[in-house]
């Protein structure tokens, strides 16, 4: 089945600053990959996604780039705010029809006022 | 439009004991998966429910079992807890024929298993 490893577990930015999250997969049959946000006691709430007919896809502070060859995507968040501050989790699909995600371990996020 | 909710927040356990969650799923949305989400983890696909029928199955064992209603609110029914079944359980719903892939999920059930 799929794998998708997530780094880093934690990281920490000044405000303003930008932020960058990165996952690998396994499965090459994978082809959707969205970026989910988790706040204390919430569930998770997507943010931004992307489709393997895609590299690159960007929505106002937030974009994310894949790179179907090397079986990577990343998030980028850039002018943090301490708003973002949440655990950031990044997942893959074989396909948007089959909602069955599996997510990496997540990437807790502080921005720092 | 009313969001997923789930029930119950919150509940505690001892093992060998059995368990059932509740979902009511997002209005208009046929699609409910459930998933499980152990402290500090990401969140693992347990099923998928797509008219009142399992389509989808994640690595757990049949002591994981789930219902879907004609209104597509749906159970999650767990039998002999262990104690490594602590962890959040998450109800996600969605429209199968959206080409958007986007889960909705609900605030989630907390379950300790002592």
């Known amino acids: 089945g799929e794998n998708v490893e997530q780094h880093p577990s934690t990281l920490s930015v000044q405000e303003g600053d930008s932020a960058v999250i990165k996952c690998t997969y396994s499965?090459?049959?994978?082809?959707?990959f969205p970026w989910y946000k988790q706040e204390l006691g919430k569930g998770p709430q997507l943010i931004i996604d992307?489709?393997?007919?895609?590299g690159e896809k960007k929505d106002q502070r937030i974009a994310v780039t894949l790179n179907k060859t090397a079986k990577h995507f990343s998030l980028h968040i850039t002018e943090t705010q301490p708003e973002d501050s949440a655990v950031y989790f990044c997942?893959?699909?074989?396909?948007?029809?089959?909602?069955?995600?599996?997510f990496g371990k997540g990437t807790k996020l502080s921005v720092i006022p | 439009e009313t969001g997923v909710t789930q029930s119950p927040t919150h509940l505690i356990k001892t093992r060998g004991q059995q368990v059932t969650l509740r979902c009511s799923s997002q209005?208009?949305?046929?699609?409910v998966s459930w998933y499980q989400q152990a402290l500090g983890q990401g969140p693992q696909f347990i099923f998928q429910?797509?008219?009142?029928?399992?389509?989808g199955r994640g690595n757990f064992p049949p002591r994981f079992s789930g219902l879907q209603f004609p209104n597509y609110s749906s159970e999650l029914n767990v039998n002999a807890l262990e104690l490594d079944d602590s962890a959040l359980y998450l109800c996600?719903?969605?429209?199968?024929?959206?080409?958007?892939?986007?889960?909705?999920f609900g605030e989630g059930s907390r379950l300790t298993v002592l």
């Open positions: 997942a893959a699909s074989e396909g948007a029809g089959s909602y069955q995600l599996t």
């Open positions: 429910y797509y008219r009142e029928e399992e389509n």
């Open positions: 499965d090459s049959a994978s082809n959707y």
């Open positions: 209005s208009g949305h046929n699609t």
């Open positions: 992307i489709r393997s007919n895609v």
């Open positions: 996600a719903s969605s429209f199968r024929t959206g080409n958007t892939g986007e889960l909705f």
